[in-house]
C-alpha cells in the first residue's frame, strides 16, 4: 500500500515538473545525438556528391572544347588490295548461291572473332566475374543480416542465457549465503549465546542463594537479640526472613530456518529480455539493411548516370554535334608507301633512340599522316 502511495506521489510530482523523468531526459539525448549524426553523415555525402559532380562536369566540358577521341583501328593489308566493289559482289552472289552464303558465314565468323578479340581486350570478363562476385557477396550478407540477426538466432546461440547467467549467479549465491548464515546462527551464534546465558543464570542463581542465606543469618541474629532482651520466654516471637525465589530454567532457544529467495523466475527473465530487445534487434538489422540498400542505390545510380552519359555522347557523335578526332592505328605500313610519302619508318626511330623497350612499345605514336590514308579507311570502312 505504501509503494502504491509513493509511485502516486511520484507521478503527481513529475507531471508538475518538480522531478525530472530521468528516462525522458535520457531518451532526449538519444535522439539530439543521433539528430546530430545523421545530418552529419547526410552533410558528408552531399560534399561528395558536389565533388563528384564538380569533377564530372569539368571532364565533359573539356571533352566538349577539345573534341571526342575515336580510335580507327587499321589493318596491316589495307593498301595491299582494294576490296571489291558492290558490283563485283552481286555478280559474285548471282553466279553461285553457296558464295552466298559462305560469304555470309564468314561475316558472321570474322563478326564473332571481331567481337571476341575486343571482349578479350577489353575488361569486360573480369569485370562481369567481380560484379557477379560482388552480387553473391551482397546477397550473402543482405541473406545473413536478415535471417540471423532476431531474438530466436540469439535465443538459440545463448545470448540471452548469458545476459541472465549474471543473475542466475547471484540468486544462487544469496540464497546460498542465506543457508551459510541461518547455518552459522544455529550451530555457532546460538550456542555461544546459550552457553553466556546459562553462565548469566547461574551467576544469578549462586547470587541470591548468597544473599538468602546472609539473610537467613541477619534474621537469627536480629531473633536472638529481640529474645535476650524479654525476660519472658514464651513472649518470644521470632522473625522470619524475607527470601527470594528465583527459579529460572536454562535457555531453551529454537532453531532458525531460513527463508531462501525465490520471486526470481530465470525463465521469465529471459523472456523478458526477449521482449524488449527485440526491438533493438530489429532497429539494428534495419539499419544495416537500410544502409546496404542505400549504397547499392548510390552505386546503380553511378552506374546508370555512366551509361546515360554514354549514350548521350554516342548520340551526339552520331548527329555530328560534337567534334571528333580521330586516331588511326597502323600496326605497319609498306615499304613503298614510306618512300612514296616521305614518311620514317616508326622501328627506324626506335632504333635512332636506342633500341625497343617495354615502355615505348606499349605507347601509341602520334604522326601527321597524308588524307590518303583517311580516303583509303574511309572507303574500306563504307
Known sequence: MEEMVDEQREEKLEKEGKIKNVTSVYDAEVFIVTKKAVWGVIVVIDILFLIYRGSKTYQIAFKLMQGSEETVNHDEDEFEEKPPTIKQRGARLVRRILD???????KFIIFCK???????????????????????????????????????VIEELGGYDMIAFRLDT????????????????????????????????????????NFNREQQERMERLNRQLCSLENDKNKCFEELASLLDFNLQPCSIPKLEGTHYEDYDGEAYRQRLKRESKRFVD????????????????????????????VVFLFLKSRGMIRVKQVHVYTSLPPEILEQFNLKSLESDDEQDGGNTPDKDKELKKVKIPKVFLTASTEKLI
Open 283 to 310: 532497429a539494428i538489422r534495419n539499419i544495416i539493411l537500410d544502409t546496404i540498400f542505400f549504397i547499392v542505390a548510390v552505386v546503380l545510380s553511378v552506374v546508370v548516370i555512366y551509361v546515360l552519359n554514354f
Open 100 to 106: 552466298f552464303l559462305a560469304m555470309r558465314f564468314l
Open 114 to 152: 571481331a567481337l571476341h578479340k575486343r571482349i578479350m581486350t577489353t575488361n569486360m570478363v573480369p569485370m562481369c566475374i567481380i560484379i557477379a562476385v560482388y552480387a553473391a557477396g551482397l546477397f550473402l550478407v543482405i541473406a545473413v543480416v536478415y535471417n540471423i540477426m532476431n531474438v530466436t
Open 170 to 209: 547471484d540468486h544462487r549465491f544469496t540464497n546460498l549465503a542465506i543457508h551459510d548464515q541461518v547455518d552459522f546462527i544455529n550451530n555457532n551464534a546460538m550456542q555461544q549465546y546459550k552457553e553466556s546465558m546459562n553462565d548469566s543464570i547461574s551467576e544469578y542463581k549462586e547470587m541470591i542463594l
